[in-house]
């Protein structure tokens, strides 16, 4: 599963709105902040709004805050103010008829309304808090029999190796 670009651009905007606090911030300001498109930043700030995550006020010193605390609002809130209910397939909304070829034999279709409500659970277990951290500043260690198939790769991870170990990087080869 991916998210299209418009869930993952409204993700990046409400983590970005989030570290500003209880800040009024505009679509043009969280537009320039994470380099999502004016007029794309402005269709989702609408449709975030319309979901109740964000609040509006209009004219001079308008703008948008979070509607509920941070701890309140989840990826799938996120998610799911743009796209609407998580699905994992065509037929897993319920017992209605969907288009898919095989919907009238299907013997997986009851089953898929279970697999839909445990993405969203794991999904709706992650919170905006939790995603507007920002990430430390420690890089996190390589992982031992890591291949990268770039050369480029390899020379970062061959160096952070001789970093830790204490070789020099311009000594090591």
């Not at 299209?4 to 969280?30: F, N």
């Not at 509607?67 to 743009?82: C, G, K, N, Q, Y």
């Not at 397939?89 to 839909?116: F, W």
């Not at 919170?127 to 770039?150: I, T, Y």
Request: glycine share 10%; charged share 20%.
């Amino acid at each position: 599963m991916r998210l299209t670009h418009l869930a993952d651009y409204a993700v990046v905007m409400m983590t970005a709105a989030a570290r500003r606090g209880a800040m009024r911030v505009s679509a043009a300001e969280l537009a320039q902040d994470t380099g999502v498109p004016l007029p794309t930043a402005q269709k989702l700030m609408g449709q975030l709004a319309s979901a109740g995550l964000l609040s509006s006020v209009r004219g001079a010193g308008g703008g948008f805050t979070l509607a509920r605390p941070v701890t309140e609002i989840s990826l799938a809130d996120i998610v799911e103010a743009v796209e609407g209910p998580i699905a994992m397939t065509m037929c897993s909304g319920g017992d209605q008829p969907s288009e898919c070829a095989l919907d009238a034999h299907c013997r997986v279709k009851p089953h898929m309304g279970i697999v839909s409500n445990a993405v969203r659970g794991a999904l709706g277990a992650v919170s905006l808090e939790a995603l507007s951290k920002l990430p430390s500043a420690v890089r996190p260690e390589p992982v031992e029999g890591l291949s990268l198939s770039s050369a480029r790769g390899k020379t970062v991870l061959r160096q952070a190796q001789h970093e830790r170990s204490g070789i020099s990087a311009g000594v090591a080869k």
